[in-house]
């Protein structure tokens, strides 16, 4: 296949490399040509709005990969109620609260408490016995959302009687998402199909011990908040912290870009002990990723790998 | 200038007033994509099954799916299809001759020569959602894109064929009149020009015929 290598540089021209370059352009009836230079000025508006949050805030997506960007940059818009790049671009680099809302739209906020049991089942059995061998264990949940898979871990952890000992560094980069995760307080309707989940991922007690429910919400305890600390951290810009035993980060490196992606991998490398694992989401793989050969699949197919050098 | 004038010239002559030049069919696609959403599952083994073992473009597949892991479709495809069916990883390389199948509870989106998913929301109440899969192909492979939207009884698919045009892709839709569920196909044809509405049975080997190999570096 003809193609040109995956990926350019952030903030280089976005689509241009990617047309076919054998293809002769002919102009053609139906106006595509027209179309597609209105596209290639979205496409230099797009760019235009990045390098502006970038160098006005500091939150840098120019390393996101393009493809879902743009669609929730789409979404950005209709949140804004603003028809043009422009005028998005206007609002985010004046006021921060419309740029909190930007980040809001262009975080993947889809989670859930015990997503993909099958992991937590795994954890439990195979992770869980080695945290035990440490004295005290540090966790990071990188891209943590709104938290519901946090407090899954808490539960776990509590459940093999090793939360007293652990802490679980919970980050992300929208503000807003964890003021929400640090309250803990989730919608009552939900609550049937987290406790399904939890049932599928092993658990083994009454899954409503852990909350108190009022007429819309269900509150989780604060015995298990305890071990809990939240705060922002962005991948793209910030270093390492500290030194974890387990690091989660699920389906948040699928948005990025090779370049970030890389920057992130090295983030995570330095920051595991030797034999500390690395949670990927189920469709993520280590293969792919230059940091390959440090890590041993724990299980592959579940995204669950171990730094090994 | 000079010398740029004349490196022009030949172009112009061979294809500015006639047009000999177009008479041989173009076979340059590198990637089909395909939507399908009810009764997709019988139209895609039909499809499949007629597609050669040396079928040189990549083909990305979204059949509208519940979303838990554990169904047997990929199982179902690989068994009547010559070409390896794969349900990809994030970042997977396309590779010609390979079936994409998007996972039970991701987009699939494609980058220029790779795979990638998304967990965002449901687009048209389907994740994975067809006009996702088609849109960021459209973006990303323009007119070396072939876009075939099958049976379906919902609008996902009508704006992703859309994009597929606006780009210059090829756009294929199944016959509503023949197919399965009409609603799908329907929608498309009234949001867009389509370049080819055939019954399911044309349109495997319209495909074979379309995406040859040779075509270009």
């Given at each position: ?309 | ?216 570096p």
């Amino acid at each position: 296949m003809s193609r040109t290598d995956a990926l350019r540089p952030a903030g280089a021209p976005r689509e241009r490399d990617v047309t076919a370059v054998n293809v002769p352009v002919v102009a053609n009836a139906d106006g595509s040509e027209a179309v597609n230079a209105a596209d290639d000025v979205e496409e230099l508006e797009l760019d235009l709005l990045l390098t502006g949050i970038a160098r006005r805030w500091g939150y840098d997506f120019r390393g996101y990969s393009p493809a879902s960007l743009r669609r929730r940059v789409r979404r950005a818009m209709h949140v804004e109620g603003v028809r043009s790049l422009s005028a998005l671009q206007e609002r985010v680099l004046h006021r921060p609260e419309a740029l909190q809302r930007f980040i809001s739209a262009l975080s993947v906020n889809v989670t859930g408490m015990f997503r993909d049991p099958q992991v937590y089942r795994t954890l439990r059995r195979q992770v869980l016995p080695m945290l035990r061998t440490y004295p005290f264990v540090r966790i990071w949940h990188a891209g943590c959302s709104t938290g519901e898979e946090v407090y899954s871990m808490a539960i776990l952890l509590h459940e093999e009687g090793l939360l007293e000992r652990c802490r679980i560094y919970a980050t992300d980069i929208s503000d807003d998402l964890l003021q929400r995760a640090r309250r803990g307080v989730f919608p009552l309707r939900d609550m049937q199909e987290h406790t399904a989940a939890y049932h599928r991922a092993g658990g083994k007690g009454d899954f409503s011990t852990y909350y108190i429910a009022d007429h819309q919400s269900a509150i989780l305890r604060d015995e298990l908040r305890r071990h809990l600390v939240f705060s922002q951290h962005n991948l793209v810009s910030d270093s390492s912290f500290n030194e974890f035993q387990l690091i989660l980060c699920r389906n948040v490196l699928i948005y990025f870009s090779e370049a970030l992606r890389e920057r992130v991998h090295r983030l995570f490398y330095d920051s595991l002990v030797n034999f500390g694992i690395l949670a990927l989401g189920i469709r993520e793989s280590m293969r792919f990723t230059p940091y390959a050969d440090r890590y041993e699949a724990l299980v592959e197919s579940l995204g669950l790998y171990r730094r090994v050098r | 200038m000079s010398a740029q004038a004349r490196l022009e010239a030949p172009a112009v002559e061979g294809g500015a007033p006639t047009t000999p030049a177009r008479q041989r069919p173009r076979a340059d696609y590198d990637l089909v994509v395909i939507g399908a959403s009810l009764g997709g599952v019988a139209a895609l083994r039909h499809l499949l099954a007629q597609l050669p073992a040396e079928f040189p473009a990549a083909l990305a597949i979204v059949q509208h799916r519940r979303p838990d892991a554990d169904s047997p479709l990929q199982q179902l495809l690989g068994a009547v299809s010559l070409l390896p069916v794969r349900e990809p990883r994030d970042r997977e390389r396309l590779e010609p001759g390979v079936v994409y199948l998007a996972p039970a509870g991701y987009h699939l989106l494609v980058e220029a020569g790779w795979l990638s998913l998304s967990v965002e929301g449901p687009v048209s109440w389907a994740r994975p959602s067809i006009d996702v899969l088609f849109e960021s192909a459209a973006d990303a492979y323009r007119r070396r894109l072939v876009a075939v939207l099958l049976t379906g009884s919902s609008e996902d698919g009508a704006a992703g064929v859309a994009a597929v045009a606006r780009r210059g892709g090829l756009t294929v839709v199944e016959d509503p009149a023949s197919a399965h569920s009409p609603v799908s196909p329907a929608a498309a044809l009234a949001r867009t020009k389509v370049r080819h509405v055939l019954p399911l049975q044309e349109i495997g080997g319209l495909l074979s015929g379309m995406v040859k190999i040779g075509a270009g570096p």
